[in-house]
């Protein structure tokens, strides 16, 4: 018997090809498959189930992250996957792991800022998991001030080993992910001095635990933080603590890519420059942003899915009420998040290349692109999380009550999601990074070094300062070079008015922290532009399939009117469009949303979601919500007894005291 699909008439709507945008999300038909395989993979073992784990203690909890990391382990090694596919197979099982930072950071710190002899050294026990890294960088005292960090290693020429120590309480290693409880090693950032003279943080391959009984080596205090935001969620993760007491290690376990410590104790600084050592962020901050387009399209899928089930009001002659996702004010708020994530997924397909293209030049000593690539890492990861986390909540209450049940999958995504705003830089303290990057440029522009990258609009500065937005009627903005001039323009005006505020500080960096909070707005406005400007690229690819190219650009559309609308008094106030354009932009946004609406549900379908992966009752595949809300909420342990506990020592005797009152 066939399944019923209470989405079937939504799926008939769809006019484009479902199976090329699937290839279209996944970025390639190789991607495709091979996502397509890993997921069905985990989907159908049952100890990757998750359905319960809200439920557990935090020791259980615990436990089964433990059970379900050597389960894919095994998977891996008995399967012999790739490393992708092996990546593959820890996102699906969707469960924030220790592993999450061993291949994530502990691997990729040591590949980037190790030297040959310390890759052949130390990556094959990795890759083998013979041992298990985390990456130590935060401390009690501080997190996103990385020059500010106390932890030293004092290179000790007697004996050809560093001295790694905690002077103060705030030194502590604080949050590192994996440490708390698993990891055996950790590359651990501290204040390399030589000589009594110290040569800012460093990187340094420390072991912290014996690797035959797990137990702290001497000189070592390690544990866990303590319980995170939300049940479930991010608890099953050991960020933990960690002190040194003179601890010993051998020179050559200082990563020695960047600078060197010779036998006799001399520090040398190569050529490669010093923010090398920050080079692990920038990879994971790439990684972000496409984790953020997984993230909002799981949020998404789910509230559209569910926005077209639920029915209310507006029943003519006993029919059905309305579907809520015809609701103009549900689409408004929904389909700009629809198109966001297809926006985050391919800028963050270019960050990708972006990234490849740097590493490929730093191991050629062309340290060029690195101030770009930095910007561009810092500035997308802070604005795709951070709209991200938001739209998360956006689509809880999309839902509706039910949205806040813990099955519809929204509590527990929101609760894992939001620390990404935090962890691997501070959203606004990166926001600050690109404003100062921006500001650099624009000092430069008179100076005749053409900007180059994302900045290259700024060459156009004159033209972009006075030219006039040509819209006349609504459909005007639907023109790409239209939509594009008016980012740029309205990112390069806000830049240079900044510039020329900090201008009238004598102390510039009096000036740049007084004008901070309209730095971020500048950083904002430039990674805007670029999030546009990749969507606009990808539309002038070549791309297959009955009207796949014509929806992405109804989302590129949406996505693009829909800041304008939200950010028009940037646009206004810095006279790149006229009050009365805004008005068009937003006539436009609502005839695209009439055009996203038929194809919604087959949109998020391209996604290609495992009611696994998305872990939902709202958003399941066949959209039979009610039958399984009923069923499952028979599942909760308060239903496992009629009466519940605690009912004599606590309900009857006030319910019975209620009685004795009344016969009063
Ligand atoms: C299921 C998942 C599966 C797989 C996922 C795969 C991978 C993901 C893995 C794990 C993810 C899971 C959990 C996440 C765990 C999170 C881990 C962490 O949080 S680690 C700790 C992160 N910490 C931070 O990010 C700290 C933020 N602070 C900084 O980066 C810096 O201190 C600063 C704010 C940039 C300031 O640094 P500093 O004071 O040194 O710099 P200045 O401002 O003086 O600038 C000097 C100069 O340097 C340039 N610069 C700064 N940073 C960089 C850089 N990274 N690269 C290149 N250049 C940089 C800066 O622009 C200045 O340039 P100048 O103006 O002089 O030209
Ligand atoms: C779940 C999670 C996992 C983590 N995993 C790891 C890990 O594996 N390894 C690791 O080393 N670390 C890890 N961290 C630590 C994380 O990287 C830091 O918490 C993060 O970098 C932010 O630093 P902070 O906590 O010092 O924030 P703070 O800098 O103290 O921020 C507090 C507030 O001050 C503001 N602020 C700070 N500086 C400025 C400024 N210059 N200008 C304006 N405003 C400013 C911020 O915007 C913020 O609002 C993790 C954190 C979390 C939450």
Redesign the pocket.
């Known amino acids: 018997m066939e399944a019923l699909d209470y989405h079937a008439e939504e799926r008939r709507k769809a006019e484009f090809n479902l199976d090329e945008m699937k290839i279209v999300w996944a970025g390639s038909r190789r991607n495709y498959e091979l996502s397509d395989r890993v997921a069905r993979l985990v989907a159908s073992d049952p100890v990757f189930r998750k359905d319960n784990r809200t439920m557990l203690t935090r020791k259980d909890l615990f436990k089964d992250t433990l059970r379900k990391a050597a389960h894919a382990w095994k998977r891996i090694i008995d399967l012999r996957l790739s490393e992708e596919e092996a990546?593959m197979l820890?996102?699906y099982?969707?469960q924030?792991?220790f592993?999450?930072?061993h291949?994530?950071?502990f691997i990729?710190a040591i590949k980037g800022q190790g030297t040959s002899e310390q890759h052949e050294k130390w990556l094959p026990m990795a890759y083998k998991m013979q041992i298990i890294g985390c990456?130590a960088?935060?401390e009690l005292g501080h997190?996103?001030?990385?020059?500010g960090l106390e932890t030293t290693a004092t290179f000790d020429p007697q004996t050809d080993e560093f001295d790694l120590h905690s002077p103060t309480l705030t030194s502590s290693k604080w949050?590192?992910?994996g440490l708390g409880k698993v990891s055996t090693h950790a590359v651990v950032y501290a204040r390399l001095i030589t000589g009594g003279q110290d040569h800012g943080?460093h990187g340094f391959i420390v072991q912290l635990r014996g690797l035959d009984d797990h137990l702290p080596l001497p000189g070592i205090t390690v544990g866990d933080i303590g319980m995170k935001f939300g049940s479930g969620a991010y608890n099953s993760?050991d960020n933990g603590l960690l002190r040194f007491d003179h601890v010993r290690i051998p020179r050559n376990q200082m990563l020695m890519r960047v600078s060197q410590v010779t036998r006799e104790g001399k520090f040398v600084q190569s050529d490669v420059?010093?923010?090398?050592v920050?080079?692990?962020?920038?990879?994971?901050?790439q990684?972000?942003v496409s984790?953020a387009s997984c993230a909002l399209a799981r949020a998404v899928c789910i509230a559209t899915r569910y926005s077209a089930v639920r029915r209310q009001f507006g029943s003519q002659n006993g029919g059905p009420e309305i579907q809520v996702i015809d609701y103009k004010t549900q689409q408004s708020r929904l389909f700009p998040l629809l198109a966001s994530a297809y926006a985050f997924r391919f800028v963050g397909e270019w960050l990708k290349w972006l990234y490849t293209d740097v590493t490929q030049r730093l191991q050629a000593n062309d340290f060029s692109t690195?101030?770009e690539?930095?910007?561009c890492?810092?500035g997308l990861k802070s604005m795709t999380t951070s709209v991200t986390a938001d739209a998360i909540e956006e689509c809880r209450k999309l839902c509706g009550g039910h949205g806040y049940l813990s099955n519809s999958g929204l509590p527990e995504l929101f609760a894992v999601y939001i620390?990404?705003c935090?962890?691997?830089?501070?959203n606004v303290?990166?926001l600050?990074?690109v404003a100062?990057?921006l500001m650099?440029t624009v000092s430069q522009l008179g100076s005749g070094k053409k900007p180059v990258g994302t900045t290259a609009y700024m060459g156009r500065a004159e033209h972009l300062m006075q030219c006039r937005c040509e819209v006349e009627m609504a459909q005007d903005w639907l023109k790409p070079s239209t939509i594009l001039e008016a980012f740029e323009a309205r990112a390069v005006r806000m830049s240079i008015a900044c510039a020329k505020s900090l201008g009238k500080f004598s102390n510039p960096e009096d000036g740049f922290a007084e004008l901070s909070p309209d730095l971020v707005e500048v950083a904002i406005a430039h990674c805007q532009l670029i999030v546009v400007s990749k969507f606009l690229e990808k539309l002038q690819q070549d791309i297959p399939g009955k009207g796949v190219k014509r929806q992405l650009e109804i989302l590129c559309n949406v996505y693009a009117l829909h800041l304008l609308h939200k950010h028009l008094g940037d646009f206004v106030a810095t006279g790149c469009i006229t009050p009365n354009q805004g008005a068009l932009a937003n006539e436009q946004l609502r005839l695209l949303y009439a055009q996203v609406r038929p194809n919604a549900i087959a949109l998020v379908d391209a996604f290609n979601y495992t009611d696994h992966y998305l872990g939902s009752i709202l958003g399941c595949y066949d959209g039979n919500v009610y039958q399984k809300l009923y069923q499952e909420a028979w599942k909760d342990p308060l239903n496992d007894t009629v009466v519940p506990d605690g009912y004599l020592e606590y309900l009857r005797p006030i319910l019975k005291q209620h009685i004795r009152t009344a016969r009063l």
């Open positions: 990546n820890r996102s099982v969707d924030p792991a592993t999450d930072l291949w994530g950071m990729p990456y960088q935060t997190g996103s001030n990385v020059q949050w590192p992910g943080v993760m420059p010093r923010q090398l920050y080079g692990t962020m920038v990879y994971v901050r990684t972000i984790d690195l101030p690539a930095h910007a890492t810092a620390p990404t935090t962890y691997e830089g501070d303290v990166l600050l990074q100062r990057f650099k």
